[in-house]
């Protein structure tokens, strides 16, 4: 969510009202929003609305092109890579990473391992990946790639393995990740998420430090951003958390970004997911 | 940044060392050994709070106005992480807190009203100080209260991490800003503006007037924009 910008709860559901007359909804769109309402109430009203049309189904279908397709310099499909139940397997990978994997030495969230195949079975450049930016290129592969991927596990609950000593190693540092004060304004993640039933503007805020139930925070992303018409992966959302944060940038797949993922998935352990979910 | 895997096996190695517990210390410690490594009897849990400063100095790069040095914390930033949401000792608190106090800077010419009414176009902006921003002055900061704070009563997108500060000056009798009755809570609220850890170590709020993402005369807008009698805020 932007927050730097006024969003009164008027703009925000016109966007959401613009949002649904885009995706050519039918009929009539129920005009009785009262300021009383909360946003939450009116997202959910809108999701019911457009829940047989989610546009992240778009992505989906994209991403599953990609993955059969032969690409890269290798001229390979991703049908052989490991998401950690075995190569090809993709069918509940995603409610189980991060996780480790022995063939890397790491810890890795379902974008930094899919950069490891990119590059062990296509022959991509890992790094200059990482380094494009969100939306661009390579970078809407990955996109396209996490919301099928995603979706695959779809109404499933999250179970991260704890197993491995370095999963719970990451699991306390991404803990630690999470509290950690700093920039100009001494925000950590826990400054909005880090306590129940508090919001920014009209935005309700999950509690991340506890599981905040099906298909809320970390289990409701990768997500469809109606506001920009965007999809995001939860690399692209904790970038943007991270800039309101007012810290530095974040590398892609960095090490914060996959201790902080074991530290949420853990934590959101039993949580049914919904992704690619719908926001506003 | 991704693939620092030289230093991470270092780390892992030395990590492992020290944490190995149970079923994994014998072929773990046997493995060690073999390589001359040593194998301690216990096996003391890892430096996690180190462990954190190093990955979080190796995960981040700087971007347009948002350099690395925002990773650094200061005592209290460094304490208050530490305690992961919970409570600091006294003895802690009260020197976060003394150490704050004497930060503060009152107004030069004993002014701490402004004009409400750009206190309150300050409190609606959420802006500045992002790697987005250009420039990290002042003059390009919004104040981002109503992310956290109710304020007028009009303004009903409003935050609630924070406390209601609707009828802030009112609920505290201030009928006078500049009557001496007023002077207490005039200071304690400019003070709180200033450096929100005087009153509170671990305090949420960010120290607008001690890291410079404010300036006096923004500060003296807002004051006005809770403290002036005038104020929507205040009827």
Not at chain 1, 176 to 202: M, N, Q, T, V, W
Not at chain 2, 76 to 105: F, M, P, T, W, Y
Not at chain 2, 132 to 148: E, I, L, Q, R
Request: with cysteine; net charge positive.
């Amino acid at each position: 969510m932007n927050i730097q910008t006024r969003r009164g709860p008027q703009r925000s559901l016109a966007a959401a009202m613009a949002g649904a007359m885009a995706v050519a909804l039918m009929g009539q769109i129920p005009l009785a929003f009262s300021q009383q309402k909360s946003a939450a109430d009116g997202i959910a009203e809108y999701r019911a609305m457009i829940a047989d049309g989610n546009p992240a189904e778009l992505f989906e279908a994209k991403g599953e092109g990609l993955w059969q397709q032969k690409r890269g310099p290798k001229n390979v499909s991703l049908e052989q890579c490991d998401l950690g139940k075995g190569p090809g397997v993709v069918k509940g990978a995603f409610v189980e990473l991060p996780r480790w994997f022995a063939d890397t030495g790491r810890v890795q969230d379902l974008e930094s391992r899919l950069l490891t195949c990119m590059e062990r079975l296509q022959g991509f450049d890992p790094v200059a990946i990482a380094r494009t930016s969100f939306g661009k290129d390579e970078q809407n592969t990955l996109e396209a790639l996490s919301a099928w991927i995603s979706a695959e596990s779809k109404g499933m609950k999250f179970n991260l393995p704890q197993v491995h000593p370095q999963e719970r190693r990451q699991f306390e540092i991404g803990k630690r990740a999470f509290f950690y004060r700093g920039g100009p304004y001494d925000f950590a993640c826990a400054s909005c998420h880090g306590e129940p039933g508090k919001r920014i503007r009209l935005q309700d805020l999950p509690d991340l430090t506890t599981n905040p139930g099906d298909g809320i925070g970390f289990a409701a992303w990768p997500a469809y951003r109606v506001s920009n018409g965007e999809m995001w992966s939860m690399q692209r959302r904790l970038n943007d958390c991270f800039r309101q944060q007012r810290f530095p940038y974040p590398g892609y797949a960095s090490d914060v970004t996959v201790a902080l993922g074991v530290y949420m998935g853990v934590n959101a352990k039993g949580a049914q997911s919904i992704a690619p979910a719908l926001k506003r | 940044m991704i693939f620092d895997q030289p230093k991470a096996v270092a780390n892992e190695t030395q990590t492992r060392r020290r944490r190995v517990a149970g079923h994994w210390r014998w072929p773990l410690c046997i493995a060690l050994v073999a390589i001359g490594a040593g194998c301690a009897s216990t096996a003391p849990a890892p430096d996690y709070d180190a462990l954190t400063d190093q990955m979080m100095l190796a995960s981040f790069r700087e971007e347009g106005i948002a350099k690395l040095d925002r990773l650094q914390q200061d005592q209290a930033n460094a304490a208050c992480s530490k305690v992961q949401g919970g409570r600091l000792s006294d003895e802690q608190a009260s020197a976060i807190q003394q150490a704050a106090q004497k930060s503060v800077r009152m107004p030069a010419d004993g002014n701490f009203i402004g004009d409400w009414r750009k206190g309150e176009t300050l409190a609606q902006s959420g802006r500045g100080m992002t790697w987005t921003d250009k420039s990290a002055a002042p003059s390009a900061n919004g104040g981002t209260c109503y992310n956290c704070h109710q304020i007028s009563r009009t303004e009903i997108s409003y935050g609630t991490i924070g406390p209601s500060l609707y009828q802030y000056g009112k609920l505290r009798g201030v009928k006078d800003p500049t009557d001496p009755n007023a002077r207490g809570i005039i200071e304690y609220t400019w003070t709180k503006l200033w450096n929100a850890k005087a009153y509170n170590a671990c305090s949420g709020m960010p120290r607008f007037g001690h890291a410079g993402v404010l300036d006096e005369g923004q500060l003296k807008d807002l004051m006005a924009l809770i403290l002036d009698p005038k104020s929507p805020v205040n009827q």
